[in-house]
């Protein structure tokens, strides 16, 4: 019984065990401390400590039917949000009968499971944006009976610097994946950048779609618009908010791209 205890008290996941009426008989250490409760207190509780219905009743249903059932539950403990995979099973205790609830607490799963659902969000929606240019001036280049050079040669130097991008962002991404956050802003590899020019580049990438909807992209740069910057991630911030900006002016109007020092 000891050396029982002892796991017990030792265990990561949390261990409790109720009777048929609900009270809290037994609880390990890491139980008590998710609740906040002495050991010489436990026992003038029940199962609504917890205060969500879906544990206790779970924990009556196994009473009732003695079929071990597992769940997944989000419970505010300690001031933040705990997740639990939940764990019951009839216990014959001294007693009389009772229910073992066995608490593994997969937060970290869960918030990692959440950083890579954003990850793919953000991973679709960086690679959109060249996805979109390629296609357009592929689609151009198509239709083009190659009788103007220039506009030939333009959309070539499009799709080529657009699939490079692609690329860069591709490992950008992957690169993320591995790497916190807070790592991420740290590994950004920061140049001197005109913003002028990159300014002038999105405009002449986003022309042809404004054009589609009869707008105009006009670019009002100040004397000076140099910068410490990723030239890459800068050029896609002020991509997306252009295409913003063409996707909600109304058709004919006019699309001014500003940089300035504040």
């Known amino acids: 019984n000891e050396k029982l205890n002892l796991i017990l008290e030792t265990m990561d996941n949390g261990v409790v065990l109720f ?12 139980v008590r401390t998710l609740l906040d409760l002495h050991k010489e207190d436990l026992y ?6 917890f205060g969500d219905t879906t544990l206790s009743e779970t924990a009556m249903d196994v009473m009732k039917d003695g079929k ?49 659902h954003e990850f793919i969000g953000n991973a679709a929606h960086e690679l959109r944006t060249p996805l979109t240019s390629i296609r357009g001036f592929a689609e151009l280049l198509s239709d083009d009976d190659f009788s103007d050079p220039a506009v030939s040669h333009h959309c070539a130097d499009v799709i080529e610097k657009e699939s490079a991008r692609m690329d ?45 909807k009869g707008q105009t992209i006009a670019v009002d740069i100040s004397s000076s ?20 900006a063409i996707k909600y002016t109304p058709e004919g109007g006019r699309i001014t791209i500003t940089s300035g020092l504040e």
Do not use: W
């Not at 003038?44 to 400590?49: A, D, K, Q």
């Not at 939940?86 to 009968?97: E, H, Q, S, V």
């Not at 618009?225 to 913003?244: C, H, W």
């Open 19 to 30: 009777d048929e009426n609900g009270n809290i008989t037994a609880a390990n250490r890491r």
């Open 44 to 49: 003038h509780h029940s199962i609504h400590i």
């Open 68 to 116: 071990p059932r597992k769940i997944q539950l989000s419970l505010p403990l300690q001031g933040s949000i705990h997740t639990f995979r939940i764990y019951f099973a009839t216990f014959t205790a001294a007693n009389g009968p009772a229910v073992l609830a066995v608490l593994h607490d997969v937060s970290l799963m869960e918030a990692i499971r959440q950083r890579q």
């Open 168 to 212: 860069r962002l591709i490992c950008e991404l992957l690169d993320l994946a591995h790497i916190d956050e807070d790592d991420f802003k740290k590994h950004i590899a920061l140049e001197p950048v005109d913003a002028g020019h990159v300014l002038k580049e999105t405009a002449r990438e986003l022309s042809p779609s404004a054009a589609l």
């Open 225 to 244: 618009s140099k910068l410490s910057a990723s030239e890459d991630l800068l050029g896609q911030i002020i991509r997306n908010l252009t295409e913003n």
